[in-house]
């Protein structure tokens, strides 16, 4: 029975073996130059301010919340791809009623602007 998790397993091994050795590579080779520019905080594409009362825009965030939605509906499209074959008309029906529906909320959500950076 374990013998069937043993490809897994070493495949595992050596990702964590890669990855470990590439950072340990970039501690040992790189170089440490630090200035204020690369030890400053980075918020989020905006300067980081500093009174926690200040006023920010919010458009990067509704832009990142528009990108996952619109980024989620391309992971339900690799799983109905597989098994369209099996679904039939009905899967693909509905899967078609989903994507007008996102269709029609990316649509509005166009000609709101949300998508606009000034």
Avoid at 22 to 28: A, L, P, Q, R
Avoid at 66 to 81: K, N, S
């Amino acid at each position: 029975m374990l013998e069937n998790y043993l490809p897994v397993l070493i495949f595992i091994a050596i990702g964590i073996g890669i990855g470990l050795a590439m950072t340990m590579m970039g501690f040992m080779l790189g170089t440490r130059k630090p200035d204020t520019e690369k030890n400053s905080p980075y918020e989020c594409g905006f300067e980081a301010f500093e009174d926690t009362r200040m006023r920010f825009d919010v458009r990067y965030y509704l832009v990142a919340i528009l990108f996952i939605i619109f980024d989620l509906e391309i992971a339900f499209l690799f799983p109905w791809a597989v098994v369209l074959d099996d679904i039939g008309w009905f899967g693909y029906v509905a899967m078609m009623i989903f994507l007008g529906i996102l269709v029609i909320g990316f649509i509005y959500e166009w000609k709101k602007g949300a998508l606009e950076w000034e």
